[in-house]
């Protein structure tokens, strides 16, 4: 089983940035993919955006042009740089990786209010 360790969450005012961080416990060269998950408060969890081993990259409509998702092979980690960020980015986020079976964080919460 991978380890997941999320980090990078908190508090922040409608338009401002946060960038989490996704450490894995093995290479992520060697994972099929990775990604974020969020859920808020009363609604189902949603993928966020994803990264294939390809480097393809694929976001939810809802953060495209705002998040970008990418990741370090040498640190084993990947990323979810948040800008513009919005009331209803308020969730906590999950990360994922896959590899044989998929392995999930512990989720950290991002919290958008003024």
């Known amino acids: 089983q991978v380890q997941v360790v999320e980090s990078g969450g908190g508090s922040v005012q409608p338009g401002g940035s946060l960038r989490l961080s996704c450490a894995a416990s093995?290479?992520?060269?060697?994972?099929?993919?990775a990604g974020w998950y969020r859920q808020a408060p009363g609604k189902q969890r949603a993928l966020v955006a994803s990264i294939t081993r390809l480097g393809i990259t694929d976001y939810a409509d809802s953060v495209k042009g705002r998040f970008t998702i990418s990741r370090d092979n040498a640190k084993n980690t990947v990323y979810l740089q948040m800008n513009s960020l919005k009331p209803e980015d308020t969730a906590v986020y999950y990360c994922?990786?896959?590899?044989?079976?998929?392995?999930w964080g512990q989720g950290t919460q991002v919290t958008v209010s003024s």
């Open positions: 093995l290479s992520i060269s060697s994972i099929n993919a």
């Open positions: 994922y990786v896959d590899r044989q079976l998929r392995s």
